[in-house]
Every structure is written in structure tokens, then in C-alpha cells.
């Protein structure tokens, strides 16, 4: 179980910062572009921001991005969250 979402299972998380998680695994960028479409990086900071937040500003299901992240990315990035 990740981040809380029962049927997610891997090591990241909807906490993971865009930015950490791009420079681990660049790839997770088509991910994210095909879960919240090519812009979805233009939003200021959003690169900064946690994948649970960037979801929400397009209102969408964080636990569907992260299904095919833990498929990609099978080691978490270093640092994750804010702290």
C-alpha cells in the first residue's frame, strides 16, 4: 500500500516532489503528461509541487498516475515530500 491508496502498491508515493521525481526518472514526465495532458507543466512551480497537489489542480485521481509510475519506477527518489 503507498501513500494510502489501497490498491497502489510501489515505491512512490502521491507525496513525491515533481522536480525529484523527473530527475530520477525522467520518463515519469510522459506519465504524468498522459494522465494530465501536455500542458500540465506550464501551471508556475508546478515542477515544485507534490504529485498529489499537481493532481488536484487538474481534478484528477492521484492513485491513477500512480499505478503507472510504480509500474516505470521501481526505486523511489531520494527525497520525497516537502521535508
Known amino acids: 500500500m ?3 491508496h489501497h490498491d ?14 523527473l530527475k ?7 506519465v504524468i503528461k498522459k494522465h494530465l495532458g501536455p500542458r500540465c507543466f506550464s ?3 508546478s515542477k515544485t509541487e ?15 498516475i500512480l499505478a503507472d509510475l510504480n509500474k516505470l519506477c521501481t526505486n523511489p527518489p531520494a527525497k520525497t515530500g516537502h521535508f
Not at 498529489?52 to 492521484?62: I, R
Open 2 to 4: 503507498a501513500g494510502g
Open 24 to 30: 530520477a526518472f525522467p520518463d515519469a514526465e510522459g
Open 50 to 64: 507534490s504529485l498529489e497537489f499537481l493532481a488536484a489542480m487538474h481534478d484528477y485521481h492521484v492513485a491513477l
Open 43 to 45: 501551471i508556475p512551480g
Open 8 to 21: 497502489i502498491e510501489g515505491p512512490i508515493t502521491e507525496k513525491v516532489i515533481i522536480l525529484d521525481l
